[in-house]
């Protein structure tokens, strides 16, 4: 079945150690973004790529970094993470183009992150 | 700007019907419905579109007033399998970016009882 799917699920660092998370996709979706979702909230974009167009939301810190080297695969590097980025961190992907507008998202199973 | 969902949480029993609010104070291009379990990823459930047709999801429904900038989802007859927090997202046609990105409504929690 084509998916998202994000490693690891569960991811404990140290506060200051740096963290990677990863999202891949089968589904040949040229739009891939990385939400933030803190306890009871609702999920926050922090950037998304478009093709390989990178697009960074206003607020998101420069303590998050995004790669994607390919079609299939988006990283979230956080550079020295904090107790404030302890969160669900989910991967979605998205078809583009003229009818891409109305497209849903398709969302990972996401991972979430326990900063010590 | 995050959109306004209403109410934030609510309770009901199997087989009873529920309304779910999304309001924006900006115009709105398309309108998200998203359902998320605890602990799982969201799942699309329709988009609503700016003078187009919906589509839709077992036995939910919903409508987009594009004058008031609203949108309701309507769940029909109630199962247990309908608990979640439902998202609303909205696009911004004036949104930077090639791609247009949702901004997520602040969430209702609704829970159902047998």
């Known amino acids: 079945d084509a998916m998202v799917i994000q490693n690891p699920r569960y991811q404990v660092t140290q506060f200051g150690k740096p963290v990677t998370l990863s999202c891949s996709q089968t589904?040949?979706?040229?739009?891939m973004y990385w939400y933030q979702q803190k306890s009871s909230q609702a999920p926050k974009l922090l950037f998304h790529?478009?093709?390989?167009?990178?697009?960074n939301e206003a607020d998101t810190p420069d303590n998050f970094q995004s790669r994607r080297p390919n079609t299939s695969f988006c990283f979230l590097d956080i550079r020295s993470p904090g107790l404030g980025d302890a969160a669900m961190y989910l991967c979605a992907t998205s078809s583009s183009g003229l009818a891409g507008l109305y497209n849903e998202q398709f969302f990972g199973p996401g991972t979430r992150l326990t900063v010590l | 700007q995050q959109p306004v969902q209403s109410p934030q949480a609510v309770i009901l029993r199997e087989g009873e019907d529920a309304v779910i609010n999304c309001s924006s104070s900006?115009?709105?291009?398309?309108v998200h419905w998203y359902r998320q379990k605890h602990g799982e990823a969201p799942v699309f459930l329709m988009i609503?579109?700016?003078?187009?047709e919906q589509k839709g999801h077992e036995k939910i429904s919903a409508s987009f007033n594009e004058k008031k900038q609203q949108s309701s989802l309507y769940l029909t007859a109630s199962q247990l399998s309908y608990s979640g927090t439902y998202f609303c997202?909205?696009?911004?046609?004036?949104?930077?970016?090639?791609?247009?990105?949702?901004?997520f409504g602040s969430g209702t929690q609704l829970t159902v009882l047998p």
């Open positions: 589904l040949n979706h040229n739009v």
């Open positions: 609503l579109l700016k003078g187009g």
């Open positions: 790529y478009y093709d390989k167009d990178f697009n």
């Open positions: 997202g909205t696009r911004d046609p004036l949104s930077s970016g090639s791609a247009r990105q949702l901004t």
């Open positions: 900006k115009a709105l291009y398309s």
